[in-house]
């Protein structure tokens, strides 16, 4: 492994979780081990105290019952069994009658001692708890027991703390090279992948598996802003061509009109040229217009001017105002039932979206074809209806056509400039809406729906 691949490892995040977690392993490894010192110790210690206790009473009781050389027998007999206790028993006058305890002058009751080791060399070789009790015939009975078995115990303990204390330790430290030296290739992945999209590979892809981690899911998260770059590039790239199809037509009929105009000598001729070129640069200003009110829908500026809405009342106003052109076009105009309903939003850009839903309707819908506007309002949410009998569109057009200066063959030879419905569909996702296309059979149902 190279030195610098080797320092990113040692610099990811996993390793130093990975290091945090093994300082605090450590840390509780070690608050365990003072704990199991001090228990043990104290377990230990009670075991003892408990022991000399009742040998304690055992002898006093053998004592009043059997008398001095009863209490030598018992001591002699229980000192030469393997483990024994330790012993001492001096008479009143203070002489030492049996046992081997190394205690002078002890007094009633517990006590710690310091003795030589068995060399003798020097003290503190060995702890010892003695309890020294006096006898029924004045004499004192002390008996004594080592505390190595204690150690012993919290030594084993200890041990096997440090032992598996290390072992856990070095386990998370290789878990998380592991994991770092992992996390570390599949972030060179997304690495490159931004890589190959930077030098305008745009179809490339980060790996994500369903599911997965942290890492996972930002490679989704990658995938899906990679998509939807992708999408806008497509789109800017088919919004240039099409702005350029579609004034590319106008600006010729007018230069073909400035031409004419250039040419002939007749002022009647001359002023319909001039009409007529008039007439194409207004449809050119209308569709930069357009241009200009869908960037600005899309940006988001109108928020600043959200208030409550009336959509009752609006839809009422707009079809009252459409309701002369539209039977004018030969067209039956229903409009209802509309129910109650209020909307946070901007209430002229909610009346331009559904105009442009009636405009839509009045230019495609065929002549004497029925128009309907509805509004319904209910727990499942709140539905704008703009219906028409007319041809309708295809299922598989539905989506394209909300797209920037999209136009079916049949709509090329109307006005227009392909930006009605993308208005709409702005519109409503501004206003935390949908639009929707369905198949009103015959026809077309445009719906702006709030869930």
Do not use: C
């Not at 096997?160 to 072992?167: C, F, K, M, R």
């Not at 878990?175 to 490159?192: F, P, Q």
């Not at 128009?371 to 598989?396: C, K, M, N």
């Amino acid at each position: 492994m190279s030195s610098a691949r080797l320092d990113r490892i040692l610099a990811s995040t996993s390793v130093r979780l990975a290091a945090v977690y093994a300082a605090l392993l450590v840390v509780a490894f070690m608050l365990a081990g003072v704990g199991a010192w001090a228990a043990t110790k104290s377990a230990a210690e009670n075991q003892i105290r408990e022991r000399i206790q009742l040998e304690m009473d055992a002898l006093q009781e053998e004592m009043r019952f059997e008398g001095m050389p009863g209490a030598i027998a018992a001591i002699r007999a229980r000192a030469a069994r393997p483990g024994a206790l330790d012993y001492r028993l001096v008479d009143r006058q203070g002489r030492p009658v049996i046992g081997d305890l190394k205690v002078e002058r002890p007094h009633p009751g517990w006590s710690f001692l310091d003795l030589p080791d068995d060399e003798g060399a020097e003290e503190g070789g060995e702890d010892f708890i003695v309890l020294s009790s006096e006898t029924p015939d004045g004499g004192l009975l002390s008996i004594g027991d080592d505390l190595a078995r204690a150690e012993r115990i919290r030594t084993a303990v200890l041990n096997a703390l440090l032992w598996v204390g290390g072992g856990a330790l070095a386990l998370a430290l290789a878990a998380g090279l592991i994991a770092a030296r992992g996390a570390l290739r599949r972030m060179d992945a997304l690495s490159e992948t931004m890589t190959r999209v930077g030098a305008g590979e745009l179809a490339a892809r980060a790996p994500a598996r369903s599911g997965g981690d942290d890492i996972d899911r930002i490679g989704r998260g990658v995938n899906e802003m990679l998509a939807r770059i992708d999408d806008l590039v497509a789109n800017i790239r088919r919004v240039s061509t099409d702005i350029a199809h579609d004034l590319r037509t106008p600006l010729t009929h007018l230069r073909q009109e400035l031409e004419t105009a250039a040419a002939g000598s007749d002022i009647g001729a001359l002023r319909e040229a001039l009409k007529t070129a008039q007439e194409k640069v207004d449809e050119v200003l209308r569709i930069f217009d357009a241009m200009l009110r869908l960037s600005e829908i899309e940006a988001g500026a109108a928020r600043a001017r959200f208030g409550q809405v009336d959509l009752a009342s609006l839809v009422e106003r707009v079809t009252d105002a459409y309701r002369p052109d539209i039977e004018a076009a030969g067209h039956a105009f229903e409009v209802g039932p509309l129910d109650a309903a209020w909307i946070s939003g901007d209430a002229a850009l909610v009346t331009q979206a559904l105009a442009n839903l009636l405009e839509n309707a009045i230019r495609h819908s065929g002549q004497g074809a029925a128009i309907h506007v509805r509004l319904h309002g209910s727990t499942a949410g709140l539905r704008l209806e703009v219906e028409d009998r007319g041809p309708g569109i295809p299922v598989d057009d539905w989506e394209r056509v909300l797209q920037p200066f999209v136009r079916l063959d049949s709509s090329r030879t109307s006005p227009g400039a392909g930006l009605g419905l993308s208005i709409v569909s702005a519109v409503a996702r501004l206003h935390g809406a949908r639009i929707l296309m369905e198949d009103a059979n015959p026809g077309l149902r445009a719906v702006l729906a709030w869930s």
